[in-house]
């Protein structure tokens, strides 16, 4: 903030506080919470695939397993953001925003071009790249803004983990009641909108998104809470206006006032983010007009400095600084800064280069924070490896086919898009809950994250089986559990990354963590889903004595289509809930102590100085 020296008259002086008021609110903590929400609110096009795929599927002329390349290719990128997480440790949060946002607008606009037949027909590993880069703008948005505000609040990290989260689990009903407004119900348009809507938000609010010292307040968990009602509220109203639509015809008109109202909804932060900004501003004023009064007090005044006679100033002589270790790491990435430090007894001049590998495998206490490599290659980081590529690989192969699930069981296209609609409305709930939920239940019970994470997998088996078997109208609630699930698990696997190997690293490890959704999907959704559904395809083709004609695309009808796919999913469910309960073992003790102690004491040295 700027405070001028001196201004004169009361309109001058309204215009000071206006204007210093405004710079408050825009380079202010929780605007930049704002900022956050609402580019993690447009950034989850990823989960909108059941809405497009049939059009690429039909355009292209692809097969199931074709489709579902595609659709592991689209997990692979927005899940694998080992780039953008090292990239953020060198570089400014708004690099890694501004490089998602052109990788964002690129994939998707091609992959516009060729499904509207603007371009020539794409080989398949064209769309693949296409889409994989698209897709990969997510994790350039997550790391660039999610990361970022969990740095900036470690102490609430699960409940900002949960917000955001549940911002892009919302992202999906959000996109989709606009796309109406924008285009009606051509759904070819919708890939046009997610090429340019998230990439435009991401741009505007490119300068307010940065790292923050941390200061400690007595209400942050209340505004986070202020926030969570507005959520709660939009996904409401959300809920609602899918309901009314799917037993209504809407006209365009009536499309573009439910979109108006989620606009409102979307923007109402701001009036919480207006008054907390408000508090602040008003608690150090006094201090910056104090400052004022003496800085024009010296001015006027300057003090005068009297030397001895004959005696000049000389400058200050340069004092050798004590020189560390050269480590064979680049700007020591992989190494915690006690393991560089200079050996006893060792000539200064003279130091041996120190391999960053002796430290992998003797990593410090969970808490403290880990290299990179001390945490790749830990038995926690394994053991949620695992957890992640069969727990979301199962629930993320369930939400990618759908529409494809949908139709095979009957259900009119209406449904369909309902379907999606609730998948998206319940990930929000599922993010939101576990984030907040976990923070209260370690909080007051020292309940640990894990432990949740593994009842969450319990609960996804129930879905997996109620597709598995088609029971009639059951596709409703398996779309409600599939998408609370896969909510649900993001915040607690994240979460609980940062709790065990630290933030120091955090914008890297957040992304290892991620990398193990698309293997999940790549086993379960293409090698297993993909093709037990082509071949129970073909297997009715030849009992009706048809074959494949080349260029069309390939249909199966029945619940025997996904029957055995998801049994298998729900073995590979039902495991990694067994690998996420050996974490609950092997951390307890860690999570009965005080694992935010030393973030409290870091806001205690701030506020003294």
């Known amino acids: 903030m700027v405070v001028e020296a001196d201004m004169s008259g009361a309109g001058g002086g309204s215009s000071r506080r206006m204007r210093s008021y405004g710079h408050q609110i825009l380079t202010g903590r929780w605007f930049m919470v704002f900022a956050s929400l609402l580019i993690m609110s447009m950034a989850g096009a990823t989960y909108m695939f059941g809405l497009y795929s049939g059009d690429i599927k039909s355009s292209l002329g692809y097969d199931q397993t074709?489709?579902?390349?595609?659709?592991?290719?689209?997990?692979?990128?927005?899940?694998?953001?080992?780039?953008?997480?090292?990239?953020?440790?060198?570089t400014p949060p708004w690099v890694v925003l501004l490089m998602g946002a052109t990788m964002n607008f690129f994939g998707y606009f091609m992959i516009w071009l060729a499904v509207t037949g603007r371009i020539a027909k794409p080989e398949v590993w064209q769309m693949c790249l296409y889409i994989c880069v698209g897709a990969n703008s997510q994790a350039f948005a997550n790391t660039g803004a999610l990361v970022t505000c969990v740095k900036n609040f470690p102490e609430s990290r699960g409940v900002v983990l949960g917000l955001l989260k549940g911002f892009v689990g919302l992202s999906g009903a959000i996109i989709t009641q606009l796309y109406h407004a924008f285009y009606g119900n051509n759904s070819k348009s919708l890939i046009l909108l997610i090429a340019w809507l998230p990439a435009a938000i991401s741009c505007i609010f490119l300068p307010t998104i940065r790292i923050l010292k941390i200061v400690g307040r007595s209400n942050e968990l209340k505004i986070f809470y202020n926030l969570l009602y507005i959520s709660l509220a939009l996904a409401g109203f959300l809920m609602i206006i899918i309901i009314v639509q799917n037993l209504f015809i809407f006209t365009r008109a009536e499309y573009a006032g439910s979109a108006s109202v989620v606009l409102i909804l979307l923007l109402a932060p701001l009036a919480v983010v207006g008054r907390e900004?408000?508090?602040?501003?008003?608690?150090?004023?006094?201090?910056?007009?104090?400052?004022?009064?003496?800085?024009?007090?010296?001015?006027?005044?300057?003090?005068?400095?009297?030397?001895?006679?004959?005696?000049?100033?000389?400058?200050?002589?340069?004092?050798?600084?004590?020189?560390?270790?050269?480590?064979?790491?680049?700007?020591?990435?992989?190494?915690?800064?006690?393991?560089?430090?200079?050996?006893?007894?060792?000539?200064?001049?003279?130091?041996?280069?120190?391999?960053?590998?002796?430290?992998?495998?003797?990593?410090?206490?969970?808490?403290?924070?880990?290299?990179?490599?001390?945490?790749?290659?830990?038995?926690?980081?394994?053991?949620?490896?695992?957890?992640?590529?069969?727990?979301?690989?199962?629930?993320?192969?369930?939400?990618?086919?759908?529409?494809?699930?949908?139709?095979?069981?009957?259900?009119?296209?209406?449904?369909?898009?309902?379907?999606i609609s609730l998948v998206s409305i319940w990930n929000y709930l599922g993010r939101v809950t576990s984030g907040f939920a976990s923070e209260i239940l370690l909080a007051k019970y020292k309940f640990p994250r894990p432990l949740m994470l593994t009842l969450v997998l319990l609960v996804s088996c129930t879905g997996h089986l109620l597709i598995a078997f088609?029971?009639?109208?059951?596709?409703?609630?398996?779309?409600?559990?599939?998408?609370?699930?896969?909510?649900?698990?993001?915040?607690?696997?994240?979460?609980?990354?940062?709790?065990?190997?630290?933030?120091?690293?955090?914008?890297?490890?957040?992304?290892?963590?991620?990398?193990?959704?698309?293997?999940?999907?790549?086993?379960?959704?293409v090698s297993v889903a993909g093709h037990l559904y082509d071949k129970m395809a073909l297997k009715q083709l030849a009992a009706k004595g048809l074959a494949r004609k080349q260029g069309k695309d390939l249909s199966c009808n029945g619940t025997e289509c996904y029957k055995m796919a998801f049994l298998i999913i729900t073995a590979a469910t039902l495991m990694g809930s067994i690998v996420s309960f050996i974490l609950v073992i092997r951390t307890r003790k860690f999570y009965k102590g005080d694992i935010y102690k030393k973030f409290r004491e870091q806001a205690e040295r701030s506020s003294q100085h």
């Open 66 to 90: 074709t489709l579902n390349l595609l659709s592991f290719f689209k997990d692979l990128g927005g899940n694998i953001g080992i780039v953008s997480g090292l990239i953020m440790e060198v």
């Open 277 to 419: 900004e408000l508090k602040i501003w008003k608690t150090r004023k006094p201090m910056f007009d104090d400052a004022s009064d003496h800085l024009k007090v010296v001015t006027e005044n300057p003090p005068s400095i009297e030397l001895p006679h004959n005696q000049e100033i000389q400058p200050a002589a340069s004092t050798p600084q004590n020189q560390e270790n050269p480590v064979s790491c680049s700007n020591n990435v992989f190494r915690p800064p006690e393991a560089i430090q200079p050996a006893p007894n060792t000539p200064q001049n003279h130091q041996h280069p120190v391999s960053c590998w002796n430290s992998v495998f003797r990593p410090p206490e969970r808490g403290s924070d880990h290299t990179i490599l001390q945490a790749l290659f830990s038995i926690d980081m394994l053991i949620l490896f695992t957890t992640t590529t069969f727990g979301v690989g199962g629930t993320l192969t369930a939400i990618d086919n759908l529409g494809q699930i949908g139709r095979s069981l009957g259900y009119p296209r209406k449904s369909i898009t309902t379907f």
């Open 470 to 525: 088609g029971v009639p109208n059951s596709l409703y609630v398996a779309s409600v559990i599939m998408g609370f699930c896969f909510g649900a698990q993001w915040p607690l696997i994240y979460a609980i990354i940062s709790e065990l190997f630290g933030l120091k690293y955090y914008s890297t490890l957040y992304n290892i963590g991620a990398g193990a959704s698309p293997v999940g999907a790549y086993i379960l959704n």
